[in-house]
């Protein structure tokens, strides 16, 4: 990896630290009120996120098949499509919202487990 890939690099997971933060805590936004709820800009930092995840992972592993860097940023997107389910009323979104995320969060660790798994042996 040459010197320019690497300051790439990392200015990419500094800025997906701060949007990962600002999806999962919502502190973006400088409000402690209870009574505004930033939702849409959790969910906007997500979104901006999951692409810098695929380029992280290409960066940082520039020989990684296509699938792989596709599916790095799976979690995070079952999370944001959730979160956004909580805002507009969807019942399974929140009702089950930790449960979901947890088991579909489960199911993509798990399957990409297993494809790493497959291709290596």
Do not use: N
Not at 20 to 30: D, E, I, Q, T, Y
Not at 51 to 64: D, G, K, M, N
């Amino acid at each position: 990896m040459t010197e320019i890939e690497e300051k790439v690099l990392g200015g990419v997971a500094a800025l997906l630290i701060v949007l990962v933060v600002g999806a999962v805590f919502g502190r973006l936004h400088g409000s402690d009120s209870a009574a505004i709820k930033p939702i849409g800009d959790r969910v906007a930092c997500g979104l901006l996120a999951l692409p810098l995840i695929s380029l992280a992972v290409r960066l940082a592993f520039p020989s990684a098949h296509l699938a792989w860097t596709l599916s790095a940023p799976l979690p995070l997107a079952v999370y944001v499509v959730l979160l956004a389910g909580t805002d507009i009323g969807w019942p399974i979104a929140k009702k089950h919202f930790t449960s979901t995320l947890i088991v579909g969060a489960m199911v993509i660790y798990v399957a990409m487990a297993v494809g790493a798994w497959m291709t290596h042996t």
